[in-house]
């Protein structure tokens, strides 16, 4: 069975499905997150329309994360294929955290080199929309796209 997470945001409410069976670790350590409540109040920092929405940072830089750093998990049978995709974050190889992104299309570059560890299965106009947010440097939003509250839901 794979783990349902419910991301509510300040523009809608998203959930999705992680791969449980196909990155072990990385929806492991996800999951430990949301139970503590780490993603409650981070913004997604980054946006960029028709690519990806990226958060998961506490400090809303785009340098911070949880203090560790888990290792990379690849599996041949998921990729980058389209909308919708949830992946790890990273500064290289083995350097994944706590920041995540969603893409916005398929992303064949980021196969190999950024865990897939589940897809949005409700609400994916609400990740369009976030996509399609106003931004300025760095890709940053102009107005904080909020998520207020990340939980388990099975």
């Known amino acids: ?9 300040n523009k809608g409410t998203f ?6 069976d196909k990155a072990p670790i990385t929806a492991g350590n996800f999951k430990k997150l949301v139970g503590e409540g780490f993603y409650d109040g981070v913004i997604f920092h980054r946006v960029i329309d028709g ?17 560790y750093k888990i290792q990379d998990e690849f599996d041949s049978s998921i990729k980058h294929t389209g909308p919708g995709i ?10 994944g955290g706590s920041q995540f992104f969603i893409t916005l299309a398929a992303t064949p ?16 106009d609400i990740v ?3 996509g399609h947010t106003k931004t300025g440097a760095q890709d940053r939003p102009v107005e904080n796209v909020v998520m207020e509250k990340v939980t388990i839901l099975q």
């Open 1 to 9: 069975m794979h783990t349902k997470i419910k991301v509510e945001t």
């Open 15 to 20: 959930v999705i499905e992680l791969f449980d």
């Open 51 to 67: 690519f990806m929405i990226q958060g998961g940072d506490p400090t809303g830089t785009g340098m911070g994360g949880p203090g």
């Open 86 to 95: 949830l992946s790890m974050a990273n500064s290289g190889p083995n350097t």
């Open 109 to 124: 570059w980021l196969d190999g080199k950024h865990t897939i560890f589940g897809k949005v299965v409700e609400g994916m």
């Open 128 to 130: 369009e929309a976030i």
